[in-house]
């Protein structure tokens, strides 16, 4: 089992930056792949971006290319969403999720099914 816990968010200004954490436990995540996903009110959980556990591929989605980046930090088990030039349309709730399984490669990252373990999810509000 992988536990994981979003940290990070907050209220910031449009063009503002921001990193998000996701601390892991229970399992090395160095061996998942990982992906971010939001979710705004009213609105369907989104993708943001998707890594593979070899830390070789990351995959956006348009909204947040480049703008976002993931990076990993496997001696402490944590995953960071580093967000630059944020835009109020980059409200929501942030997730982050690990891969079903170990080793495992997404068919498609920014499907919510290819992930097995979610944490609770981290508030980011962009004023404008």
């Known amino acids: 089992q992988v536990q994981l816990v979003e940290s990070g968010g907050g209220l910031v200004q449009a063009g503002d930056s921001l990193r998000l954490s996701c601390a892991a436990s229970?399992?090395?995540?160095?061996?998942?792949?990982m992906g971010w996903f939001r979710q705004a009110p009213g609105k369907e959980r989104e993708f943001v971006l998707g890594?593979?556990?070899?830390?070789?591929?990351?995959y956006y989605s348009d909204s947040v290319k480049g703008r976002f980046t993931i990076s990993r930090d496997n001696a402490n088990n944590t995953v960071y969403l580093q967000m630059n030039s944020l835009k109020p349309e980059d409200t929501a709730v942030y997730y982050c999720?690990?891969?079903?399984?170990?080793?495992?490669?997404?068919?498609?990252?920014?499907?919510?099914?290819?992930?097995?373990?979610w944490g609770q999810g981290t508030q980011v509000t962009v004023s404008s």
């Open positions: 890594n593979s556990w070899s830390n070789i591929k990351t």
């Open positions: 999720a690990a891969a079903i399984a170990p080793y495992y490669t997404p068919t498609s990252y920014d499907n919510v099914n290819a992930y097995g373990y």
């Open positions: 229970g399992r090395t995540v160095s061996s998942y792949a």
